[in-house]
């Protein structure tokens, strides 16, 4: 069986290397690389560390293309300290963005000390009022790929405040074309920059500009290209969840999904609330990025709404067919990409035990048959385990199996090989860590890529392993904890010409698998 997520790459492909990440999940949105020549065991000590600094906050992963790694981060004037932070570290850092956001100003030790003195929060260094000003901006870094060397950034200035306490970073991944940079920011700045320059070619103020009812997260799905069309999840009302972008222009195309898709559509296994009444006050937005694929000789874009699943024309945003699907809660949402294979897809979820399904799609695209789900075997069985209950990674599909990491909440983790067709779970891995006591050597939820016969494995505590591919039994050949990457890693690690990048809240870190002298 083969994969068909073929996203289109007309515009990703020109001159790109064949080893680089340019989007969300890699070279073809699989997170799986075609590299070979990496390391099957880390040295001791870990893999050789190519570069590291310090960056903002946010949980967006980077991207790299053509010789450049793209970092979108958010600087702010509240700086998250650790015991290991030591004064001139603190000093260059602030120094450092502000002479990147060429701002004349600079921070004495006196005035960091009087910051330091001045802060009632614990943990969190407030910025001198004399700098603070210039701070509060997300930023869009273009580094040398080899060096980390700052080669442009652009910076605009943001008020987003996370509700529930997390960091107030960028969550969506930047996008990167031959000669575009596309970044879509955490209050809905839809921003097109030359990738070669950083000059701004267009923006939209997506929250402003379509009636988007707020997400309590902040923007989290990244957009994909199909076609020189920018597939975008927007979250309007009353019919413009989804909208398609002229990638040159940033003019709007089409835009789709609402109360024409939903309204006095079935709650599927909501007992008691049989149809959907559309109020048009809706959250529309997800997490999960939009996937393109090709089913039946038709280009097909599914989308992971809050709502449940949307598949339509990506050149139109004519809706095929939908399936609802979330937790009644309204903190439920939808973070996982869906994984196509064949005629085939597959979502889920981590809320409140919603679980999994897969369906199979008609001839006509004008529905589909369920072949399995968690709710369906709850009708006859209702103690049955969830199998996959996904955060926010996106499994990996390989020989009729997903690998992937299941668990909602920080101290959960379990590792994952599920058989695509039946959902049977073949083998399983508890990485689950104790809450109160912090993270240790397990790797709790965990990001992967799959390349040269092997996963590499990003925890979020930080840990960094490599697991054998096999459906049999789970096999780790190694593992190693930086001192620099620590909890919260939920952004995933790109792998591009045998350098892996991974970004915790505030640190980016290069190292090199490269087996010695490949």
């Known amino acids: 069986m083969k994969t068909t997520v073929l996203t289109s790459l007309l515009l990703l492909a020109a001159t790109m290397a064949a080893d680089d990440w340019p989007r969300f999940l890699g070279p073809n949105a699989d997170n799986i690389s075609k590299e070979t020549g990496l390391l099957n065991a880390f040295p001791k000590g870990g893999p050789r560390e190519v570069f590291a600094k310090r960056i903002g906050t946010g949980y967006s992963p980077v991207s790299v293309r053509d010789g450049r790694v793209v970092v979108f981060h958010r600087v702010s004037k509240l700086l998250k300290v650790t015991e290991s932070d030591t004064v001139p570290d603190i000093l260059k850092y602030i120094n450092g963005e502000l002479a990147a956001l060429k701002v004349k100003e600079r921070v004495t030790l006196d005035g960091l000390k009087k910051a330091q003195f001045e802060n009632q929060r614990r943990g969190y260094l407030l910025m001198p009022p004399e700098v603070a000003k210039h701070f509060d901006q997300e930023v869009v870094d273009c580094l040398d790929a080899n060096t980390g060397k700052l080669l442009w950034r652009h910076a605009y200035p943001t008020t987003y405040e996370d509700p529930y306490g997390f960091n107030n970073g960028p969550r969506c991944c930047p996008l990167l074309t031959k000669d575009h ?3 879509y920011g955490a209050e809905g700045v839809l921003l097109c920059l030359d990738l070669k320059t950083g000059k701004q070619i267009w923006r939209r103020d997506i929250l402003k500009e379509f009636k988007v009812v707020p997400n309590f997260f902040g923007v989290g799905s990244t957009p ?92 139109t945003g004519k809706v095929f067919f939908k399936r609802w699907f979330r937790a009644r809660t309204p903190e439920s949402v939808n973070a996982s990409n869906p994984m196509v294979v064949d005629d085939m897809v597959f979502c889920t979820s981590c809320y409140y035990s919603e679980g999994s399904f897969v369906l199979k799609i008609k001839k006509d695209l004008s529905g589909y048959e369920e072949i399995w789900s968690t709710h369906k075997r709850r009708q006859t069985n209702r103690h049955h385990e969830e199998v996959l209950g996904i955060h926010w990674m996106t499994p990996i599909y390989h020989e009729g199996n997903l690998y992937a990491s299941s668990g909602r909440n920080e101290p959960d983790g379990s590792f994952r090989c599920v058989e695509y067709k039946t959902g049977k779970l073949l083998w399983e891995v508890d990485e689950s860590w104790n809450k109160f006591g912090g993270p240790t050597a397990k790797y709790g939820r965990s990001s992967l890529v799959m390349a040269d016969g092997k996963f590499i494995v990003l925890g979020e505590t930080g840990k960094l392993g490599l697991y054998k591919v096999d459906a049999k039994k789970p096999i780790e050949l190694t593992s190693y904890k930086s001192p620099k990457l620590n909890f919260p890693c939920w952004g995933g690690p790109a792998l591009a010409n045998k350098k892996l990048y991974i970004r915790s809240e505030d640190h980016l870190v290069c190292f090199d698998l490269a087996k010695p002298g490949k």
């Open 181 to 183: 940079c596309i970044t």
């Open 224 to 315: 994909v290209l199909e076609d020189g069309l920018l597939i975008t999840m927007v979250g309007g009302q009353p019919n413009s969840g989804m909208a398609a972008l002229d990638v040159k222009t940033g003019k709007t195309v089409w835009e789709s999904v609402g109360k024409d898709t939903w309204h006095k559509s079935p709650k599927l296994y909501w007992l008691g609330e049989p149809l959907v009444d559309w109020l048009g006050i809706e959250k529309q937005s997800s997490y999960a990025a939009p996937v393109i694929a090709t089913v039946h000789g038709k280009r097909l874009a599914f989308c992971f709404m809050r709502q449940g699943l949307v598949a339509l024309d990506p050149k």
